[in-house]
Structures are given as C-alpha cells and as structure tokens.
C-alpha cells in the first residue's frame, strides 16, 4: 500500500501540491487527473522521490520513506517509468534491459552462480524485449530509436525492476497509433495480475475511462475527487475544472459529498494570503 498524507510541496509563494492525502492499493489502477499545471508530475516527483516535500509524508507499506532519495524508494518496490535521461544512450536496447534487470537481481559470489545468473539475466531481458515489441531492435542503440520506440524501452526497463507499485507518467504521449496498444497491452496485463499497484498519469480520458479503477482529479495542487471513475467523471468538481479552468466554488453539490466520491469541501480560488 502507497500513502500519501497531506503532501505538500511550495515553490517560494507557490503552492504547487497542496495537502494531498490518498491511498493506493494494490489490485488497483489509479489514474491522476487534471488541468495542465494542476500538480500532477509534481506530485509524482514527491511520491517517487525526485522532489523533496515541504511537508506531508509518503508511506509504503507503512513505512515513513518520505526521508528517503529515489534510490531507496526503488529499492523498496516503488518502480517509476525511467525517464529518457536515464537511459544509455550508446548502449543497444538489450543492453538497456540487461542492465535493468541486472540491477534488480543478486548474483551469486561462485562463478557458477554468476554465470547461470547472467544467463537467466540476458533470458529475462530478451523477454522484456520482446513483450514490448522491440525484438527487432534489440540490437540498436537507444539513441537511435524514435521517441515511441524509447518510451517501450523506458517501460520494459521498469518491469525489469519488477516494483509492486508502477508509476506511469502519460506512458503514451508522443506515440505512433502502433505503439500506443502496446503500451496499454502491458498496462492492462499488470493490472490483470491483481496484486500491484498502477498509478497512472494520464490525459486521454478514453485511456482512462477504460483502465481506471478509480480516479484522483488535482486541480491548483489540491485533490478535488477521488472515487469510482463513473461518478468522478460525472462530478460538477470535474466538469468544473476541466471546462471552466476555475476551481468550483466552496459548497459542493451534494452529488459528490456522497460516497465513493471524495471531494475536498475547501476547494476555491488561491488567494495570496493562503498560502503565506
Ligand atoms: N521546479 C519548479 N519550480 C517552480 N514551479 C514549478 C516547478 N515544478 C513545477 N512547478 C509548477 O507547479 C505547477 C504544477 O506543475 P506540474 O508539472 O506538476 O503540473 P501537471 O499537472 O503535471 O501539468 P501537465 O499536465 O501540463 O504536465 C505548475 O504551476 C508548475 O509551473
């Protein structure tokens, strides 16, 4: 389980995550949902570690690893797509996910042990390969595959890591028709599986629609629903912020003060005194 308990992150006067409290279980896919600029990389750069977190804590499994650099954090299961920068460039593709996957494994001190290790290794990458339709590249360097093509690397380098928590930030952005369904195909076998838990950053509410098991909608930093993706997308607080670009006003609907719909009753326009 992945917890976040009022998360907050100020850039000088600006509050760019506000409070946010959520809980991620596993067996489910949460997509993260909002405007541009309503927090929701941020958000991930605090719960992965890349960002430190003016206040609030984020929990695993119950752990306090909001002290924690990303390093720690992956270590513990909490696997985030890399980015393109961590890639190697002048390495192939293979040599990518080996790595990855080396990194994850523990090999043995007999030399026994070591080359069997390597070998389940190289088998263990070539598989990942495959499974993210980049057999016929395997051999290429990764810096020159086109962007689609590096964002399936970034992909197949995290289930190397084999995290019990999967952090996409809009894993599709950017991608030909072709590769799209074979990112969602590995999206959609993760969840399948029932006993991880998927965070997923995401603006194509027909991706969304069909993935979620629950929908977090951030708007000016701050959590405005965060329930059943039927009734979030039906919520005044959604229409509100994805049509009107202002944040709805103090009194909620009764609509989303009913359960399974979490809505934060103080949502309202920032004013300059609030945030000190
Ligand atoms: N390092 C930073 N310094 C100052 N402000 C920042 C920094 N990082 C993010 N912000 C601000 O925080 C806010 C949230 O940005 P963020 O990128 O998290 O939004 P987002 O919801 O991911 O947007 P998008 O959908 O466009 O990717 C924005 O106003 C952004 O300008």
Redesign the pocket.
């Known amino acids: 389980m992945l917890e976040t308990e009022r998360l907050t992150i100020r850039?000088?006067g600006?509050v760019?995550?506000d409070a946010v409290s959520c809980r991620f279980v596993p067996g489910t896919l949460t997509a993260i949902v909002?405007?541009?600029?309503?927090?929701?990389?941020?958000?991930f750069?605090l719960v992965s570690g890349q960002?430190k977190a003016t206040s609030g804590r984020v929990l695993l499994d119950g752990v306090d690893i909001t002290a924690e650099p990303a390093s720690a954090r992956t270590h513990r299961g909490l696997g985030r797509a890399f980015q393109l920068t961590q890639l190697f460039p002048q390495l192939s593709v293979l040599e990518n996910v080996r790595l990855a996957v080396q990194s994850r494994r523990r090999e043995g001190l007999r030399l026994w042990s070591v080359w069997l290790d390597q070998r389940a290794t190289l088998e263990r990458a070539r598989e990942l390969v495959e499974q993210v339709a980049l057999g016929d590249r395997a051999d290429a360097l990764a810096a020159s595959l086109p962007h689609g093509d590096q964002r399936k690397l970034e992909v197949a380098m995290l289930m190397a890591l084999e995290p019990s928590v999967y952090m996409f930030d809009?894993p599709t952005a950017g991608m030909s028709v072709d590769d799209v369904p074979v990112v969602l195909d590995l999206i959609r076998a993760l969840k399948a599986r029932g006993d991880k838990t998927i965070l997923l950053?995401e603006?194509k509410m027909d991706v969304v629609r069909e993935l979620a098991d629950r929908i977090v909608v951030?708007h000016n930093?701050q959590c405005v629903a965060d329930g059943r993706p039927a009734d979030v997308i039906a919520s005044a607080v959604v229409q509100q912020a994805y049509l009107g670009g202002a944040a709805p006003e103090a009194t909620p609907s009764p609509r989303y003060e009913e359960p399974p719909v979490r809505t934060i009753p103080a949502v309202r326009e920032r004013r300059p005194h609030d945030h000190g």
């Open positions: 850039f000088g600006h760019a995550v909002g405007p541009n600029g309503a927090g929701k990389t941020t958000y750069n960002l809009e950053v603006h951030l930093g």
